[in-house]
């Protein structure tokens, strides 16, 4: 039926952009071939093309808070070298729980330090901004009616007035009709209706209402792509990047790592990333760290666990560290993991920090997860404790060479990412006003790309 409606739709637009649109589809699909992405789309189009002069990105984190290296803040920033750019900082797909005081504390004073800053000017033409927004839906009831309002004005103040809105938070789905924008482009990288702490029904009508405005729709997990093709007009397979010449040169340094993880004697095996309930199997990590107690565990990241989940002597938590240093962490490890459990998230997601746990050069240990076709002979796959700590002591003994999953990775850059994202966005129909800044860098990005055979 939905396919009829296209039909439809396109019988009755004029032929010349139709013809037009067809070509742009027809056009993009070689380039993605060329470079091998993955892209689904028709020749539905409203106009020949569409001007746009900024995007307004209603973000799935929070700048000041949360690890600079997910996949809205990396385009973004790469995107604010041609056009520019206003981060909303996220709205929330959850109410903080009065019931877990420390844990409501912290996410309040967190919130009140970023609403206070305002509309920062970050770097390049890259602004900042926390909104005041209620989430859930008592507090749209109460706040909505000031977001757009908000957003309105702090992309004004970015120079911003025919903004393209790119959505990764479901919460901002009312802000399509609201802000008006010249299109809409929908990240779709996170499964936000299986988070465990949202609601599940207003989250999956908040996805569906961005999917069916949405222009083009971004993924990074193949399978959740496939899943979903009748459901959009356009995808974009474009899984995570990687910072690869940071990665890469910390990993290549003898450096002993910093401070508090220097002391930490070796074998030391690591983990990067959130600890959280709807990602991370803590039984399968407890019964991995019992059966090595000769192995030093390290942990990075913020944990929403319950308080002393883990108590064993062997497993040390450093918290959260900012992303400039993440790479050195990851370097002074001997074995990389990745303990995933088997929830919807991670069943739809693309982990970032598989590819920088190959570029910073360390032997990777991981449970399955469908984002790993493509990977599987870089990595070791376990399927339960025994397995997992088998892996690890074999990766821990034997010699390892880095120089293949650094050449798997060699073109999986941010800045690839972004200049792809930009070729389909134009791809699409929507113009942004050219400069020459916007000219330099976007060839730059381009000729790095594509083959020279394709030039």
């Known amino acids: 039926m939905r396919g009829t409606a296209k039909i439809a739709i396109n019988m009755r637009a004029p032929l010349e952009e ?49 690890n600079r290296g997910h996949f809205d803040f990396q385009v973004m920033r790469r995107f604010a070298r041609t056009m520019p750019v206003l981060y909303v900082n996220s709205l929330g797909v959850r109410v903080p729980e009065v019931s877990k005081p420390a844990q409501f504390a912290g996410k309040m004073q967190r919130k009140l330090k970023s609403l206070s800053r305002g509309v920062v000017h970050v770097e390049n033409n890259f602004w900042v901004f926390s909104p005041l927004n209620i989430p859930g839906e008592t507090g749209k009831k109460i706040s909505g009616f000031a977001l757009a309002p908000q957003i309105r004005l702090a992309a004004r103040r970015a120079g911003i007035a025919k903004p393209l809105l790119w959505m990764h938070c479901p919460a901002g789905a009312d802000l399509i009709e609201a802000l008006q924008p010249t299109g809409v482009i929908m990240q779709r990288t996170d499964r936000f209706e299986a988070f465990p702490e949202g609601d599940p029904v207003l989250l999956g009508q908040q996805v569906a209402a961005i999917k069916r405005a949405a222009d083009l729709v971004i993924y990074c997990a193949p399978h959740l792509m496939a899943e979903e093709t009748s459901d959009v007009r356009r995808q974009l397979l474009v899984t995570h990047g990687v910072d690869l010449d940071m990665f890469v040169a910390e990993g290549s340094k003898c450096a002993p790592g910093p401070a508090d993880v220097a002391i930490v004697s070796k074998p030391r095996v690591g983990f990067i990333g959130g600890i959280d309930a709807h990602t991370f199997d803590p039984e399968l990590f407890l019964g991995v760290a019992k059966q090595l107690p000769d192995v030093n565990f390290v942990m990075i990241g913020g944990s929403s666990l319950p308080d002393g989940w883990c108590a064993l002597p062997n497993v040390r938590f450093l918290g959260r560290k900012s992303y400039d240093v993440v790479a050195r962490y990851m370097a002074a490890m001997d074995v990389l993991i990745m303990p995933w459990n088997k929830s919807e998230w991670i069943k739809a997601c693309n982990p970032i920090k598989m590819k920088e746990y190959l570029a910073v050069g360390r032997p ?12 599987r002979d870089l990595v070791r796959i376990a399927d339960g404790a025994g397995e997992f700590a088998s892996h690890i002591r074999s990766s821990l003994t034997e010699p390892y060479d880095p120089a293949p999953a650094r050449a798997r990775v060699a073109t999986e850059t941010w800045d690839a990412k972004a200049a792809s994202i930009l070729d389909a966005v134009h791809g699409v129909g929507f113009v942004l006003t050219p400069s020459a800044s916007t000219a330099s860098w976007t060839n730059a990005v381009r000729a790095t790309l594509i083959p020279k055979s394709a030039a």
């Open 364 to 375: 990777v240990v991981t449970t399955d997860f469908p984002a790993l076709d493509g990977w």
């Open 18 to 66: 139709t013809i037009n649109a067809t070509q742009r589809d027809c056009r993009w699909t070689v380039i993605c071939r060329l470079r091998g992405l993955t892209w689904t789309g028709n020749s539905m189009h409203t106009s020949s093309h569409r001007d746009y002069d900024g995007i307004i990105c209603i973000g799935g984190s929070d700048w000041w808070y949360h």
